[in-house]
C-alpha cells in the first residue's frame, strides 16, 4: 500500500513521545527532528540504543532493527527509511545519585 504520509509512534528518549505523520519516504532523521530532538533529563540521558518495530502489513511478522547511536556511524541509522505503523523507541539510561 502506498501512503503520502506516515504514521509512526516516536518514544524513550526524545522531547516529544507519541504519534507523528511524516512524509512517505521519511527517514529515522526526520522522525527523530519531529520529535525534538533527543532528550536529557536530570538523572536521565539517551543510553543510546535505538528500536525499530516494524508489521508486516501482509502478514502476522514483526521485525526489529536496533542501532547504538552513539557507536555506529551516523549514516547507518539517520538515512533508515520509515514506513506506515513504525514504533521507534530511543531507550533511556537512568542515574540515581547516592546521597
Not at 516494524?54 to 542501532?67: I, Q
Request: no cysteine.
Amino acid at each position: 500500500m502506498h501512503y503520502a504520509r506516515i504514521e509512526i509512534v516516536i518514544a524513550g528518549a526524545v522531547e516529544r513521545v507519541g504519534r507523528t505523520r511524516l512524509d512517505a519516504g521519511a527517514t529515522i532523521d526526520a522522525a527523530l527532528r519531529a520529535a525534538g530532538g533527543l532528550a536529557y533529563r536530570a538523572g536521565a540521558r539517551p543510553e543510546g540504543e535505538l528500536v525499530l518495530r516494524r508489521r508486516s502489513p501482509s502478514s502476522r511478522t514483526v521485525s526489529v532493527h536496533r542501532w547504538r547511536i552513539f557507536d555506529e556511524p551516523v549514516e547507518a541509522w539517520r538515512s533508515f527509511a520509515l514506513e506506515h505503523r513504525d514504533v521507534l523507541v530511543f531507550t533511556w539510561s537512568l542515574h540515581h545519585d547516592r546521597v
